[in-house]
């Protein structure tokens, strides 16, 4: 094996990056075009990938609910089957209240796709990824079951290449089925619920999640990256390839370059024999470090090189930072002390249910950070890959959690279980630690959640750790620990546990033994897995972010829960968390907000604020003495109903952060609360007296929405007064009409005792608000959306869907021939009474000539040709013009050099 490290400033990396000018275009393309598709991977795939075909697969499925029998068959009639996108929620319009907790409907179906093999993929390997299906698939393509996946939460791979039809239909068939084994507690959802991807690859390729990206050195100064990269080769006799592999920084620049040559073995019948992984190391002088207040990201390009051919690419987003957990003091990153202020959170939505839009979990995040939150359990799962996206780039902590339970034990943990554990917890938590390894917001494992309720830890609980943690250290060799959450009162249980822990014990509502747990063994680390919001909530002490702030020994806690979610607790669901199913912040948001931010605030609302998840009134509506509450991290406030001053509070009167007014005299106008930090005034907060209910107000996430089928506006409707004062008290019934460019994907309020369907066009207000929430398609237009309520004045909205823009320098790039030496031309003309465009294109030297019909977002919408050329002139005719937008055409030659030409199609 040769390796050829990168030198800065090395005379030979610059003649190296000089002839990847190619990928350098292409990704200054991307970055000055803002590209801001519905899927963060393929924004980020399509900057870099060029010889591997990553298509996302997610249009034009069909589907049905029920036992069927026989659907896997290609010759099976599913013409009256629903067209769906995916991701999907077979489940989400079964969900009504039922008064008791479990409210999860099992349910059972297909799914079916037909699809024709696109040129560029003939003669590679082909493979389907399925970021997670709920659950216990089957999948098969033209019949043939090609693959299975019991647990739901994990993204898999099917090997599709064997059964594909080169030419005509094929059929990708998936049965889903909830109603046999179970693993969820909770609204789990059922069917294809996160993205699917179709993937072409050379036969000597970079396998998928194959590259482990590690830091052993990260300083502004200096820092050492280790790239770990897996080649398979799926070819009969060895192979030698060269593995290069590029670092590159989030504006583009590359920063170094490392080839290695190595040889693998020819496949066999032991699939781990034609596998040879790839170790390079970096040395960069400057860099930016990734932390929550600093959220940077790198990038390895790695390109497998059939001597100067590239045949395979892959792109590993990464983050350089230094993570360091010390005996009894802390975690650190980047030497600087952080403390975990979590939340937990179900992965459900209303009204989506699991099959959560990426630009929701944008949305989410954004609340819980504005919250103060600084990191989310994966309660009790890994969730959808751009979840982690999202943390990575917003600077959200992660605590990875595995799984809810691990296997039935007499007097063990109660409920649902996850049955399968003893035969494939090795599959499944290695496909969860590979892809979510080199994800910077990930600081912490956790291999299992309640796995014993009781007075002391169970032998059996430190024995399977045992296994979990040698086993995620595996495939993961940076210093993050492994945890598990048991439900148990035994600090010396958990002392033992943290000697097989990395020194640090995960505890759920453990708060009354973390003076017992130090005292015991001063050098444990204390994560609270899963916490109250106070240390006594029927006293209501002290809020437990006092027992993680004081004492460095304790590095975090998450609560019970960041957001409500559907399928346990009464009614719908859960109402525990500080903002509710629809993303709408509780009053227990500015409690949490008190506590965690770094900027001085104050918050009145109105009612007794005895439990840490009231939800109290928001407006200032009352008659006769009435409860205040306001929420602040200032010195004192200072309380005014009109003019006249209630009086003024200090914050260190109160030990439970709640302050407490009594007996305030109403009168109608307005309640100010005025909050003081070192003397100045530091935040101000406000209710008036709002005036009878007059119109409906709506707030849109968005007015311009991607024409990707992706991409969502959440339109926020208020029922308010003549002034836009919001009616807290309101329970209209809001309907709304949808016309145009879009798709509605339901309407929902936080009322967990509401009946009505999340798929219709109606619902209750809940405090005054209802959400909606509108998908665009694959065309561009308008979105023309009317609300209305019985006697207010209704509200309108138009929201634009529009490709890519694309300005003026960009498409002087796209246009620029990026041969080098040799020359080559496209051209198009449309034919409007066909519909159709004719491509004309010329090529100076034979070779395998790739063409294809690009999306702004990189997506490949059609490949016209990938075939041997002899040099000469060529035409043809692409008669799939259905979409209006901007496309380009690229044209590449089997040495990667292409001209690309933008068109605009009206």
């Not at 179709?198 to 990256?225: F, H, M, S």
């Not at 990269?229 to 590159?248: C, G, H, K, M, P």
């Not at 006293?539 to 979610?565: C, E, K, M, S």
């Not at 926020?716 to 807290?728: H, K, S, Y």
Request: aromatic share 10%; proline share 4%; net charge neutral.
């Amino acid at each position: 094996m040769v390796n050829r490290p990168y030198k800065p400033g090395g005379r030979g990396s610059m003649r190296s990056f000089k002839a990847s000018s190619v990928l350098m275009v292409f990704m200054m393309i991307f970055l000055v075009a803002g590209v801001a598709t519905a899927s963060m991977t393929e924004r980020l795939e399509a900057r870099f990938l060029k010889s591997r075909i990553k298509l996302r697969f997610d249009e034009d499925w069909k589907v049905q609910s029920g036992n069927i029998t026989g659907a896997e068959a290609t010759a099976y009639s599913d013409a009256s089957w629903t067209p769906t996108n995916v991701p999907h929620d077979l489940a989400i319009t079964l969900v009504k209240p039922t008064g008791t907790s479990g409210n999860d409907p099992a349910a059972r179906g297909w799914y079916r796709k037909h699809f024709t093999l696109p040129a560029g993929f003939a003669g590679k390997k082909v493979i389907v990824q399925f970021d997670g299906i709920y659950h216990d698939s089957k999948i098969y393509l033209n019949g043939t079951q090609v693959g299975n996946q019991q647990y739901g939460y994990t993204n898999f791979t099917c090997d599709l290449t064997q059964n594909l039809n080169a030419t005509g239909d094929n059929v990708l068939a998936v049965m889903v089925d909830d109603q046999t084994v179970r693993n969820s507690r909770w609204y789990s959802g059922c069917g294809i619920y996160r993205h699917v991807w179709l993937i072409a690859t050379d036969n000597v390729y970079v396998r998928n999640w194959g590259t482990a990206v590690t830091t052993p050195v990260a300083t502004t100064a200096q820092a050492q990256i280790r790239v770990q990269t897996d080649v398979v080769n799926d070819l009969a006799t060895s192979q030698t390839r060269i593995v290069e592999t590029a670092i590159y920084d989030e504006n583009g620049a590359a920063l170094g370059k490392s080839d290695t040559t190595i040889t693998l073995n020819a496949k066999g019948t032991d699939s781990t024999k034609n596998i040879d992984t790839c170790v390079q190391i970096f040395n960069l002088t400057t860099c930016k470090l990734w932390s929550p207040s600093t959220p940077v990201r790198y990038y390895a390009y790695t390109r497998i090189m059939n001597g100067t051919t590239p045949t395979d690419d892959y792109v590993t987003p990464f983050g350089i930072r230094d993570l360091v957990f010390k005996p009894g003091t802390g975690m650190f990153i980047n030497g600087v002390s952080t403390k975990m202020k979590g939340a937990c959170w179900h992965e459900n939505l209303v009204p989506v249910g699991s099959a959560i839009p990426d630009a929701m979990f944008e949305r989410t995040i954004k609340e819980l950070k504005a919250s103060g939150c600084s990191s989310i359990r994966t309660s009790h799962n890994p969730m959808s890959q751009e979840f982690y996206d999202y943390c990575d780039q917003l600077g959200m902590m992660v605590l990875d959690e595995w799984c809810d339970k691990w296997y039935q034990q007499a007097g063990g943990a109660a409920g649902i279980l996850y049955e399968s554990w003893n035969q494939t917890w090795q599959h499944d938590l290695r496909l969860m630690v590979e892809r979510d390894r080199n994800h910077p917001s990930v600081v912490m494992w956790s291999a299992g959640n309640e796995m014993y309720y009781g007075g002391t830890i169970p032998a059996y609980i430190t024995d399977n750790m045992k296994l979990l943690e040698a086993w995620i250290h595996t495939f993961d060799k940076s210093t993050r620990p492994v945890v598990c959450a048991p439900n148990v009162q035994d600090a010396t249980g958990y002392v033992n546990l943290a000697k097989i822990q990395n020194n640090c014990a995960g505890i759920n509502y453990g708060e009354g033994i973390y003076a017992s747990i130090h005292s015991k063994d001063p050098n444990v680390l204390i994560q609270g897995t899963e916490n109250h919001g106070y240390l006594g909530m029927t006293n209501n002490t002290q809020p437990t972010w006092f027992a993680v702030r004081d004492n460095p020994f304790v590095i975090g806690h998450h609560l019970w829960t960041g957001v409500d979610y559907l399928g346990e607790g009464g009614n719908l669901g859960a109402t525990s968390g500080f903002i509710d199913g629809c993303a709408f912040r509780k009053s227990w948001f500015y409690f949490q907000q008190a506590q965690w931010s770094d900027s001085p605030m104050v918050h009145v609302t109105i009612g007794n604020g005895s439990t840490s998840n009231a939800n109290l009134a928001e407006d200032w509506n009352q008659s006769g003495p009435v409860s205040v509450v306001t929420y602040t991290n200032c010195d004192s406030v200072s309380l005014y109903v009109n003019t006249t001053k209630i009086g003024t509070s200090k914050l260190s009167s109160f030990p439970n952060m709640v302050m407490q007014w009594t007996n305030v005299p109403w009168s109608t106008g307005v309640i100010k609360a005025i909050g003081m930090k070192g003397g100045v005034q530091a935040a101000i907060d406000s209710i008036v007296t709002a005036g009878p209910a007059a119109k409906v107000l709506l707030k849109p996430g968005k007015t311009t929405l991607e024409a990707d089928g992706h991409d969502v506006s959440c339109i926020e409707v208020d029922i308010t007064d003549a002034n836009n004062n919001l009616i807290f008290k309101d329970s209209s019934m809001v309907q709304f009409t949808m016309t145009g460019q879009g798709r509605s994907l339901g309407i929902a309020s936080g009322n967990w005792a509401s009946a009505e369907s999340f798929k219709a066009t109606s619902r209750k207000a809940y405090h005054g608000k209802v959400l909606i929430v509108l998908q665009s398609t694959m065309d561009t237009g308008t979105i023309n959306v009317t609300v209305s309520s019985t006697g207010l004045t209704s509200a309108s909205l138009a929201i634009k869907t529009v490709p890519q823009s694309i300005s003026t320098a960009v498409r002087g790039a796209l246009s620029m021939k990026t041969l080098g030496n040799r020359s080559g031309s496209l051209t198009w003309t449309r034919n409007p009474v066909r519909n159709s465009l004719r491509i004309n294109y010329r090529v100076d030297e034979p070779g395998i000539i790739s063409l294809s019909v690009i999306s702004p977002s990189g997506r490949t919408v059609h490949c016209l040709t990938n075939s041997y050329h002899e040099a000469g002139t060529y035409s043809m005719e692409w008669n799939a013009l259905t979409k209006s937008g901007v496309y380009f055409f690229v044209l590449k030659t089997n040495n990667n050099r292409m001209v690309r030409k933008a068109f605009m199609v009206q």
